[in-house]
């Protein structure tokens, strides 16, 4: 079974995280897709397979090959459960061969198309095999295309004991899609020097700075007073919430920034003339400028307090996760290694910042340096997402190259 047939096997498993949740998984069904990859790396012959069944991590080893065993530990690491976003129950996956380089009727019932006038990129996958969904849900290329490709890498190894290798570390994760998949990983029981997380996008991405993150709830108070008689009587809430937002820079919005510039994203307002709640999260890859926007959302609140009595808004705000780059800088031979290995493989590295965060975000700063590889999919967390059966095939042989330089003496 190679990597795609891996690949569709997991799609099969509904393993949707949930926003919100106060358990770990945050839905029982995540343990699903865990105990299938259990058994598997069990069969294969993997080492030192560990399941904590409490949190729903699991890890397991290849072992050095001779000569080999001396040499840094490197690990893999995919998360198991897909986006809140759109559902990920069954999931209906079929392959295009041979791509003609056009739109792409995903349901012919419903008549739902991916067309290549909203995907503009679905041209570089002609002649190529893409693997799609009827429309109806995501695919779940992320991450299982990542969890795909480390099983299919696993398996190479165990079956090849011959090839130099160091000691190999894998490691699957519930919950990253709603921001906690880090929370419960053993840094010490994976016992790696570093490792790479298996997340990103297109063939070639290659990241290694993302933002820093804050989210930041602001409930707003106001004054209902019938609207007949509310002359210097009525505060409301709602206006008041829309003042706030409207003192943030309208260019420091996530619809109009890209690249390394950071803002503050409105993400959901709700409430009525007595009270208002807004929830934002604030993105920067600068920590100065980070650190700047925060001051002013805080001061804002201050501002509007002095303006229409103190406790009219009230903020509560805290940091998500840290640009990786503050570590990785001081392991860039992650980055050159990898880099060196895709252009061994014809594969054009595009190392670009990311404009989120992943797992290896908090495990870089939590002694784990982790900076993130590409998957071979796109339009991720949505029905229109799709997994590239090719490029599937070169992420495997690239983990297989990096593991390779790995065991190279230090």
Do not use: W
């Not at 949707?16 to 012959?45: F, H, N, Y």
């Not at 809140?84 to 129950?89: D, Q």
């Not at 190479?156 to 880090?182: M, Q």
């Not at 409301?236 to 890209?258: D, G």
């Amino acid at each position: 079974m190679g990597v795609v047939e891996k690949f569709l096997e997991y799609v099969k498993f509904d393993t949707q995280s949930a926003d919100g949740s106060i358990t770990t998984p945050s839905t029982e069904k995540q343990r699903d897709l865990a105990k299938a990859l259990l058994v598997q790396l069990e069969k294969m012959g993997a080492e030192e397979v560990v399941y904590d069944e409490e949190h729903c991590y699991l890890y397991a080893s290849v072992p050095a090959s001779a000569g080999c065993e001396n040499r840094p530990v490197v690990g893999f690491i995919a998360h198991m459960d897909t986006s809140p976003a759109v559902t990920g129950k069954d999931v209906k996956a079929r392959i295009v061969k041979n791509y003609d380089g056009g739109d792409i009727l995903l349901n012919p019932e419903k008549q739902i198309v991916m067309k290549v006038s909203d995907f503009p990129e679905l041209a570089v996958y002609k002649g190529k095999s893409l693997i799609v969904t009827d429309g109806t849900t995501l695919l779940g290329a992320d991450d299982k295309a990542g969890v795909a490709e480390i099983m299919e890498m696993a398996e190479y190894f165990l079956s090849h004991p011959e090839i130099p290798h160091g000691k190999i570390r894998i490691g699957f994760t519930p919950d990253e899609e709603v921001g906690a998949g880090a929370d419960f990983f053993d840094v010490k029981l994976f016992g790696a020097d570093y490792a790479y997380t298996v997340d990103g996008d297109k063939l070639g991405s290659l990241e290694y700075e993302n933002f820093n993150a804050a989210g930041a709830k602001v409930t707003v108070y106001g004054r209902s007073v019938h609207p007949g008689a509310a002359k210097n009587k009525m505060v409301n809430a709602i206006l008041l919430a829309q003042e706030f937002h409207s003192m943030f820079p309208a260019a420091e919005n996530p619809m109009y920034t890209c690249g390394y510039e950071g803002f503050y994203h409105l993400e959901a307002i709700a409430g009525d003339v007595e009270r208002t709640e807004m929830e934002y999260i604030i993105r920067d890859h600068n920590r100065e400028k980070f650190e700047k926007k925060k001051e002013y959302f805080l001061q804002t609140a201050a501002f509007l307090n002095g303006k229409y009595g103190e406790g009219t808004f009230e903020v509560e705000l805290k940091d998500s996760y840290y640009n990786m780059r503050e570590v990785i800088e001081q392991h860039m031979h992650l980055v050159e290694d990898a880099v060196e290995a895709m252009k061994e493989l014809g594969i054009e590295p595009d190392v670009a910042p990311i404009r989120g965060g992943t797992d290896g975000a908090k495990l870089s700063f939590m002694g784990l340096p982790c900076p993130n590889l590409c998957t071979g999919g796109g339009n991720f967390h949505g029905r229109f997402e799709y997994a590239c059966a090719e490029d599937m095939e070169m992420t495997v042989q690239l983990l297989v190259r990096i593991a390779q330089k790995c065991a190279r003496p230090v």
